[in-house]
Every structure is written in structure tokens, then in C-alpha cells.
């Protein structure tokens, strides 16, 4: 695995977004995913992005430096990671919505089950909430440097490309801007939360 640099993450969202597409996400305890959908939120020319209305105590870390984790409680229920891009002080930030389990599928299991119906491992990191859920990812990881291989979290690279022509469709569970087609996906994944169109 490479590392990658603070460059990879600099620039806006949208452009971030489908690079972002097979490249891994990994836990200090084994438990990797790779990254195969994803949705791009564009800070003040967004108004669907938390950071749209400026800088609040939730969204602070939105606009730090790009390559960290912004991490939110989404509607009471369960927690959404993001990866800041753009520069410092620009808030924008890709949502991660679905991953494959690479490695740590047992941790993932215990971590996803042990409140849930759903046993099938399509399921396990399917959605920003199942994600958190069986990477183990909460309140206390917001603001963790993506790039710190001796930290909590951090995203590498194997080598695997992202796709040449990732599937693009508009973004889940927002009421503005709904109709942008910033959600990016690996084509065909049957991981993917929803199907793209």
C-alpha cells in the first residue's frame, strides 16, 4: 500500500469525489473497506453542505486542512464520515456512503450485528450509518488526519484504479440541491447503497 499526499486531498469536492473511488479506508485494528460510493458537498455553493450558511462548532472541521475526517450525527440515529477537501479554510468534504470489506470482516460483523436484523455481508457497509457502524467510526474521529498511518484511520492506496467512467447520480436523503449528480459510485457494485441510474 502508498501512502498518498495532503495534495491528493486539495482540491474541490466534486473532483475529489470519484478519486476517491477504490481506495482504502483503514483502521488501526485491521477492519479495511474499499471505497466504492461516495457523494461530493460543495460548502457555500452548496445548499445541501453543512457548511453552506459558514462556520459553526459542528462544521469546524470542514474547514480545516484537506485530508481529515469531519464526523456528524445524522438525525439522531447514527453517524456520517466525511474527508475534507479543498484548501484550509474552504469548507468541502466528500461523504463516504458505502465501502467493500477488504479485511477485519469479523470485527465488522460483531460491530454491525450485535443491534441488527440484517446479517448479510452486502449489508455490513452499505449506507454512511452501516459504514461508521462496522468501521467503528464516531464523534471522537472527527478531525482525525486521513493521512496519519499511525492514528486512527487513514486512507491508502493499493493501486487499484478508480473507475474509468464512475456511475453518477444525484445525491441521497437531501431536500436541496437535490437534483445535482454528485453521487459517484463504482459501476454495477453490489455494494452500493442504492442503485445509480
Known sequence: ???LERSFFAGPALGLAPRLLNKLLVRDDGRVGRIIEVEAYAGSDDPASHAY??????NATM???PGHLY???SYGVHWCANVVAGAEGVAQAVLLRAVEPVAGLEAMRAARWRSQRSRADRDLCRGPGRLCQAMG???SLDGADL???GGPLWVDDDGVP???SPASSPRIGISSAAERPWRFSVPGHAGVSRRSR
Open 1 to 3: 500500500m502508498a501512502p
Open 53 to 58: 450558511r459558514g462556520r459553526t462548532r459542528r
Open 63 to 65: 474547514f480545516g486542512p
Open 71 to 73: 464526523v456528524y450525527f
Open 137 to 139: 467510526i464516531d464523534g
Open 147 to 149: 493521512l496519519d498511518r
Open 162 to 164: 478508480p473507475p474509468e
